[in-house]
């Protein structure tokens, strides 16, 4: 399976952004690049996804790098309720295959 | 609601007994896909099912468990013979078809066996 590597925690203050880094050496030409995020208690949440080209929606931005070894998960105004595991998933097949993720703490 | 929804939310057994949990998926999304949880680390594959057909299936999915779609809506996930090693949050999730990127999931089942 396609291996991605993230730190273990973070900690973000609230109101300011917040990069969230994964590198993934092993990404193959097709790979896309999903991140998910959890809360606690709930199921995983999809955030946003990209191939090449950096990505953007309501709830983040992806920055990709141009050899495809690393991305960004980027938050542009961290708020409390932002608190969660966040994931950096190459699909796998057709299977999403979690690593441990990030967990992010934001603090008031 | 419309997201998808597991059925019970929490589940606590003796050990060996049998135990069913039930997920309805988001209404005509064909890929319905198992996952389990354990304290700290990230949702591990169980099973996938393309409708009704059940495509793959991890090493992880041993001859205890099973998992049925049958008419290609809701699905159930059975573990026999529970074992304290089973106790874990039991996700399910679905996406509207195989190239879709985006699965949606459900808030799980934890299972305690005691």
């Known amino acids: 399976d396609a291996k991605t590597t993230q730190p273990n925690s973070m900690e973000s203050n609230e109101e300011e952004p917040v990069h969230l880094p994964c590198n993934h050496s092993?990404?193959?030409?097709?790979?896309?690049i999903h991140w998910y995020r959890q809360l606690p208690s709930q199921g995983p949440e999809y955030v946003i996804h990209?191939?090449?080209s950096n990505v953007n929606n309501r709830m983040a931005s992806l920055a990709i790098a141009e050899d495809r070894k690393s991305s960004t998960l980027i938050l542009h105004r961290a708020t409390l309720r932002d608190a969660a595991v966040y994931y950096c998933?190459?699909?796998?097949?057709?299977?999403?295959?979690f690593g441990a993720g990030t967990i992010l703490r934001v603090k008031s | 609601d419309t997201g998808v929804s597991q059925d019970p939310r929490h589940k606590i057994t003796k050990r060996g007994q049998n135990v069913t949990f039930r997920c309805d998926p988001i209404?005509?999304?064909?890929?319905l896909y198992w996952y389990r949880q354990t304290l700290g680390q990230g949702p591990e594959f169980l099973t996938y099912?393309?409708?009704?057909?059940?495509?793959?299936k991890s090493r992880l999915l041993s001859d205890r468990f099973s998992a049925e779609r049958p008419k290609g809506s809701f699905s159930t996930l059975e573990i026999q013979r529970t074992e304290q090693g089973d106790s874990a949050m039991y996700l399910c999730?679905?996406?509207?078809?195989?190239?879709?990127?985006?699965?949606?999931f459900g808030q799980g089942t934890r299972l305690t066996v005691v």
């Open positions: 998933i190459l699909k796998y097949g057709n299977k999403l295959v």
């Open positions: 999730a679905s996406s509207e078809s195989p190239g879709h990127p985006i699965a949606f």
């Open positions: 099912f393309q409708n009704e057909a059940q495509l793959e």
């Open positions: 209404s005509e999304h064909n890929r």
């Open positions: 092993t990404i193959s030409g097709t790979d896309y």
């Open positions: 990209g191939l090449t």
